[in-house]
Structures are given as structure tokens and as C-alpha cells.
């Protein structure tokens, strides 16, 4: 079935290309070990086998369009990258007419590394409730339904420790961070043209690789997305490191859900949580 | 004949050394292999491919400070960091090895950098050749080899019983005083990297297809992160600034890396690599053209580190295969 | 941090009801610990989350955000804002390490200076049994 989904992508591709709605397609091609999907950029609709879609296709490819603004790009999205959409459509980032969605019901996506294939899901696939993409113009694949509510498991374990077991867990993690930024430069959610960490007046995070600086360098980023995480966790996955970033923002999205029911990317005019209020909410906050 | 050191022997002869100066070695951090420092031979991990990043950590640290200040008697009292504690880097692949020392070329370049400079006088390293490439090597293309041992102090390969012990400096001979190796005609096994990547005439090609549109659809799919800059043992770029607290003034010097947008951006706001192409371009004409010419050797030891870590696999294996096939056309289109 | 002195609190109050709040308590001649160290804002709904980590960066043992009661901010909205921004905060920073007690929310009116006073004396003594943050 999965197979398939490459011809589709492929002829869609084409037939994009061919009659100009669009002058580049976004997807997936096989990478330099044989079997790792990367990202492709596809020009001619002579290149569209290049085009393939399989359980390796990890990487967020909305980001890109942030790139490509003024041009009509397709882009081809899973459940969780059709949320980044929805995401960047409601802040305005990008616009609506220039982009041509082909969704594709995800199968999931395996643990890979480079040259490294497992068969076992990644750890984003077991929380995943949006298999089925949110927005589209074409649709690969036939709808799924979803399982019974995530119920952040692993959130709870975390929670178990104590607070002393917590801030040395986080201050061990933050000692292997390098501040490569890979999480944020893979994050459709974060575009900001100056990002906090190198504003220099105020210098709110120093240069320092270390420590202190790192811990507030992943706090802040995870506030920062706040009811804007749409899960795609390419964070996680993209880090040299293997912080388990997936907490910090899991830990923001079961509070979001929670205090005001609100999932990240579901709609394109969806107003996010911290750009509006209720006057008579109780948020355990001040009373 | 060869001489030979025992496994115990070896750990015994480490554990010693560990109490009374600082050892790094490759040790497993959760699911990482990293040098760090080590209170135990049980910590080290001697069969393993390569950490996930590189040892330059110990010459040229992500973070180090230059120099303190503080103002004093109405001038100022300047204390450079002095590099005093003597360090042994156990374990060092021959790829990272030779990353080093090629990298005495820009940090020793009059004048040379006194911090580098001293965390190489005061670091013995002892190699541990490789039995096998891992499938990301292809250090034979790039002028190292499993077993090269021209950059280190001491060079050990795995053999049956133990490691046969090389010396190669008179840093290496004095830290092996006392020790007891084994003679034995056993011949350490030869290890070889049959990757071969093209890389032969590269700085002729590159140069030939510096305006290439390639450089740009490569980095179409570039992210700008800095990690591939942060887990190479040849890139070196840093970023300065100082830092005031109470009344004390740091400088402290971090990693930087050429991909991140920004880097070349100046006062006033112009930035003459805004462009993704620019960059990524960048990258590897510093590593394939302008380090071979500034130092007589490539930039790139072939670890394959960045062919691993690069989010969206942009590989510098294919790339120089690329390069040579573009350069190539492009020296006969020119007749 | 100052282990001697007791905790280091850094307090953001708004201008317009809690900073008016506080120097009630002090023309009312109403003591309260000086542990607390204060800024003074236009709104609660300046405060940066930024201002919150950074403080808990620097040492501090406490921070205390407090503007006026919720449909009273004299820019209309700006404390519906921070009610949600720190209900949120707070999560992440108790998630991290640093306990929710150490970091208050407080709505307080120009007119509230004994509570004002009380506040600070119960925050003071809840964050010295709660002992220092451990040292960065």
C-alpha cells in the first residue's frame, strides 16, 4: 500500500509540474545509504522518480516553505506535518493560495539512522492520534481512525521522580547540549528572523556552551512553543545529542490540553492559547 | 617483533596513570559514546567505532575563556587562562588523530594560539587503530588509515591477547616508562578501509564549479544548523564575546559554525552569505579548497561523523563525487 | 542563594495596583521581610517568561509576579495574559526542577497593603523551609 504511495506522489508531482501550478515539489527521496529517505526539492517534472515515500519519512518539510515565499511550492505532509501547516497558516507565515498540499496518510515512521534501518516505530508514532492529515489538496491514502486518547505516559513517569531527581536529569541533559540548534532550525514553529538566544541586548542567554545557559536555552525554547507544538518531534530526532526533547513539550502540550483544551494546528484559523484569554477562567494561578 | 600489552595490563597501567592525572577515554553516557574523563578502566568502552563527537573537545573546548579582567589601581589586571593540568587522551581513532594535527596548521599559524597551543604540549595521546571501518568511513580517501599512526604519542592495535604497543614520540616513550610489554612475532593485523571516494584533484574541480547553480539546490534542503561544524574534528570557526559581572570582565570563546544564518553577517547589517547556496558552498570550499591550500591538506579526515548527524543527510561523500563529475564537465565545455 | 539572609526573592510588581499596593504597606508602617527584591512594571502582562528563568538562572530562590485582580488591570487585559503565560510557566519550571512553590502569582489592588505585607511574610517563610535552590 505503501508502495503505491510513491506512483501517486510521483504522478501528482508530475502533473503539478507539467502544467506550472506549481514551480518546485517538496518530498522525499532515498538518501546516500540506500535506504534513509531525505528531503528533495524536484524542479523538472522530468526528475518526479526521484519521488518516493516509504516509513523513513521523517522530516518536516513545512519548514521549507518558509523559504519559498512567493512561489507556488507543493509540499507533501503526514498527519503531524499538516498541523505545522495549519500552524504557520494561522500566524500568518505563510499564505494559503501559493501552496498545493498533498497529504498522505502516514504509516508511521520507522527509527532510523543513517545506514541504520529498524523496523520499530519511533517514539512520536506511539503518542500520534493524527495519522490522517488535517488540510490538503490531494489526499494519498485512506483515512485512518485514530486510537483512544494519548494518555502521556511518559510524561507521568517523569513526574514520578522527585523534584531534585528532575532538575538533575535536565542539568545532565543540558550538559550534553552543544547549542547546534538543530532542534530549532528543524522546527517549523520556530522562524523567528532574530531568536532570543542571540539577541545581544539584552543578552538573555549568554554564548557560553554550558550548563546554565543550555537549560535556559531548551526552557525557553520549549515555552516558546507552548500551544504551537504540533508533535512532529524532528527535534528529538535531529539532535546529536538525543536530549529527549519530546518531554519538554509534551510536558506544555498535555498542560495546554488540559487547562484549555486546545490542540496546536488543527484548524487555520485556530487563535492559540496565549493570544487570548477567558475572563472567568481558574487557572490555579493567582487565586 | 612486536611488543605486546595484555588486556590487564593495559587497564592496570591506565588505572595508574588515572590517579594522578586526568584520563579521557571513551566512555558510554546513556545511549552516547563521548570522551570524557575517567575514575576507572571499567569505564572506558574499547570496542567501539568512533564517539558521537570528536575529540578536539580537548584542544579547542566548546566553550573556553581567554582571558579574565578586572579593573585594578585604575588599570586593568589581565589574567590569561593557563592550561596547567596534564591530560591523557586515550583511545583516539587515527581519523580524529590526524584531525588534530591538521588543525595545528590555522591555531598554530603565527601567532599562533596560545590556548591550543598549550592543551596540545600538555595532552599525551595514545591511538586505538580500528579493526574495522564503520559503513560512514572513508578515511583511506583523505590521506589516513585504520592504523596511521603519524599523529599520535602511542599507538595501540588490537591483537589476540592484547594490543601490540606502538611508540611513536618521545611524549609516548616516557609515559610507557616502567611499563612491561611482551615481545611476540605476532603480526598486528593490517586493517583497511576499501571505501574509496574521489577525492583526488579535488581542489582543481571545486574550483572549476564554484558558480555552479549546485551548490544551491544542494541547500535547498540545508537546515542551517551548526551540527555538523560541531561534530567534525577539522572545523574550527568560534565566536568571541565578552561577558561583565560585577565588575569582572570573561572572554569567552565558543563554537560557531559557518552554516548558521547570520554567521557572516556584519555591522551595519550586510551580510555577504545570506544567500543558503553561499553557505553550504562555503563549507565544503573551505574544507576542499581553501584548507589544502592554505595547509597542504584536505580539510576532511573522513570519520563520516557529519554523514551521520546531518539532519537531512547532506554527505560530503557525495559531494566530492558530484564536485569531480561537475568540475570534469566543466573543464571540457570550457575548451 | 544568601544562605544567611534567607531567600533571595526577586518580585515583578505592576506599577498601577500591586507596587501601589506595597508602598501601602510601607506608609502604613507595616513590616515585611526584606528577602524580597522589587521591580517595578507597567503590567503583569510585561512580564517575560524570559525575566522569570533568567531570575531562577542568576540564584534566585523565588520570584514573584503580581499585578491587579483579573478584570481590574489598568490596561484592561494584560493580567488575563499573564494568568495564562504563567499558569504555563510554572508547569514547565516545576517539570525542570524548580519547584511551583518558588514561583508565586499574586493579584493584589493599590488598596491591599496589610495583604500586600501578609503575602511577602508567607512567602518568606514558605521559601526559607523550603531552603535555598541548589547552587547552579
Known amino acids: 500500500m505503501v508502495a503505491d504511495f510513491t506512483q501517486q506522489i510521483r504522478d501528482k508531482a508530475k502533473e503539478l509540474l507539467e502544467k506550472g501550478t506549481v514551480e518546485c515539489v517538496i518530498g522525499y527521496e532515498t538518501g546516500s545509504d540506500g535506504f534513509s529517505a531525505r528531503p528533495a526539492f524536484i524542479y523538472e517534472s522530468a526528475e518526479v522518480e526521484r519521488l518516493i515515500f516509504d516509513n523513513t519519512c521523517s522530516h518536516n518539510l513545512v519548514k521549507y516553505l518558509l523559504n519559498k515565499k512567493g512561489k507556488p511550492t507543493a509540499v507533501i505532509v503526514k498527519g503531524c506535518d499538516s498541523r505545522a501547516l495549519n500552524l504557520l497558516l494561522s500566524e500568518k507565515q505563510i499564505d494559503r493560495d501559493n501552496i498545493f498540499i498533498i497529504g498522505v496518510v502516514c504509516p508511521g515512521v520507522v527509527e532510523w539512522g543513517w545506514n541504520n534501518h529498524s523496523d520499530q516505530l519511533q517514539i512520536r508514532c506511539n503518542w500520534c492520534r493524527q495519522h490522517n492529515p488535517v488540510i490538503y489538496d490531494f489526499l494519498v491514502g485512506e483515512p485512518v481512525t485514530e486510537g483512544p486518547p494519548d494518555d502521556f505516559a511518559d510524561i507521568a513517569a517523569m513526574e514520578t521522580k522527585s523534584t531534585e531527581e528532575r532538575e538533575a536529569f535536565w542539568r545532565e541533559q543540558a550538559e550534553h547540549c552543544v547549542r547546534c540548534y538543530a532542534c530549532r532550525q528543524a522546527c517549523p514553529g520556530c522562524y523567528c528572523i532574530d531568536c532570543f538566544v542571540e539577541q545581544l541586548d539584552p543578552e538573555w542567554v549568554g554564548i557560553r556552551i554550558a550548563p546554565e545557559e543550555n537549560l535556559m536555552w531548551n526552557t525557553i525554547r520549549a515555552f516558546h512553543l507552548a500551544g504551537r507544538c504540533i508533535s512532529c518531534n524532528e527535534c528529538e530526532r535531529v539532535c546529536p545529542v538525543n536530549i529527549p526533547l519530546s518531554l519538554l513539550n509534551r510536558r506544555m502540550e498535555r498542560e495546554v490540553l488540559g487547562l484549555f483544551d486546545y490542540r496546536a494546528g488543527m484548524s487555520e484559523d485556530a487563535v492559540a492559547p496565549l493570544i487570548t484569554f477567558m475572563k472567568d477562567e481558574k487557572l490555579g494561578i493567582g487565586e | ?303 563520516g561523523r557529519c554523514v551521520i548527524a546531518c539532519p537531512v543527510n547532506i554527505d560530503i561523500r557525495e559531494i566530492i563525487s558530484d564536485v569531480q563529475k561537475i568540475g570534469a564537465e566543466v573543464g571540457q565545455g570550457s575548451n | 542563594m544568601s544562605a544567611d539572609n534567607g531567600p533571595l526573592i526577586i518580585g515583578f510588581l505592576c506599577n498601577w495596583c500591586s507596587y501601589a499596593g506595597a508602598d501601602m504597606a510601607g506608609t502604613s508602617r507595616i513590616a515585611y521581610p526584606a528577602n524580597i527584591r522589587i521591580i517595578r512594571v507597567p503590567c503583569s502582562g510585561r512580564v517575560d517568561p524570559l525575566l522569570i528563568v533568567k531570575c531562577f538562572e542568576e540564584g534566585a530562590d523565588a520570584v514573584l509576579v503580581a499585578g491587579c485582580h483579573p478584570g481590574d488591570c489598568h490596561y484592561n487585559e494584560g493580567n488575563y495574559y499573564s494568568r495564562r503565560r504563567f499558569a504555563l510557566l510554572r508547569a514547565l519550571l516545576d517539570f525542570m526542577g524548580i519547584e511551583k512553590e518558588r514561583f508565586q502569582v499574586k493579584w493584589v489592588s493599590a488598596s491591599e497593603g496589610k495583604r500586600f505585607a501578609k503575602i511577602i511574610t508567607e512567602f518568606t517563610e514558605d521559601m526559607t523551609k523550603l531552603g535555598a535552590r541548589k547552587a547552579s
Not at chain 2, 38 to 46: G, T
Not at chain 2, 117 to 136: N, V
Not at chain 2, 168 to 192: F, M, N
Not at chain 2, 245 to 252: A, F, L, P, S, V
Request: one cysteine or more; proline letters at 7%; aromatic letters at 8%.
Open chain 2, 1 to 303: 617483533m612486536t611488543k605486546i600489552i595484555g588486556k590487564n595490563e593495559l587497564e592496570s597501567w591506565l588505572s595508574g596513570i588515572m590517579k594522578e592525572r586526568t584520563v579521557f577515554a571513551p566512555t558510554r553516557v546513556d545511549d552516547l559514546i563521548l570522551f570524557r574523563p575517567v575514575r576507572s578502566a571499567n569505564e572506558i568502552v574499547f570496542d567501539y567505532e568512533n564517539t558521537n563527537l570528536s575529540p578536539k573537545e580537548l584542544f579547542f573546548p566548546r566553550t573556553e575563556t581567554l582571558f579574565t579582567a578586572v579593573p585594578k589601581d585604575g588599570d586593568i589586571e589581565l589574567t590569561p587562562t593557563i592550561v596547567d593540568q596534564e591530560v591523557i587522551l586515550f583511545g583516539i581513532r587515527p581519523c580524529d588523530a590526524r584531525g588534530i594535527a591538521i588543525l595545528d596548521g590555522p591555531f598554530l599559524d603565527e601567532p599562533a594560539d596560545s590556548l591550543w597551543a598549550q592543551h596540545r604540549e600538555k595532552t599525551t595521546m595514545i591511538g586505538l587503530s580500528c579493526t574495522k571501518p564503520a559503513p560512514q568511513c572513508f578515511c583511506t580517501s583523505m590521506g589516513s588509515a585504520p592504523n596511521d599512526a603519524s599523529n599520535v604519542d602511542i599507538m595501540l592495535t588490537q591483537v589476540e591477547d592484547g594490543y601490540a604497543v606502538e611508540t611513536i614520540t618521545e611524549k609516548g616513550e616516557k609515559l610507557l616508562q616502567g611499563v612491561e610489554l611482551r615481545e611476540s612475532d605476532v603480526q598486528p593485523p593490517v586493517p583497511t578501509c576499501d571505501v574509496n571516494i574521489p577525492a583526488e584533484g579535488i581542489v582543481e574541480a571545486i574550483t572549476k564549479m564554484f558558480d555552479d547553480p549546485y551548490w544551491s539546490r544542494l541547500a535547498d534542503r540545508c537546515i542551517h544548523c551548526n551540527v555538523c561544524a560541531y561534530v567534525c574534528p577539522t572545523c574550527y570557526c568560534f565566536d568571541i564575546r565578552d561577558r561583565t559581572d560585577k565588575g569582572k570582565t570573561e572572554r569567552i570563546r565558543t563554537w560557531e559554525s559557518c552554516q548558521s544564518k547570520g554567521f557572516t553577517r556584519i555591522a551595519g547589517g550586510y551580510d555577504p552569505r545570506a544567500d543558503k547556496g553561499t553557505r553550504l558552498r562555503q563549507r565544503f570550499c573551505h574544507k576542499l579548497l581553501y584548507f589544502p591550500q592554505q595547509f597542504g591538506a584536505l580539510g576532511c579526515v573522513g570519520c
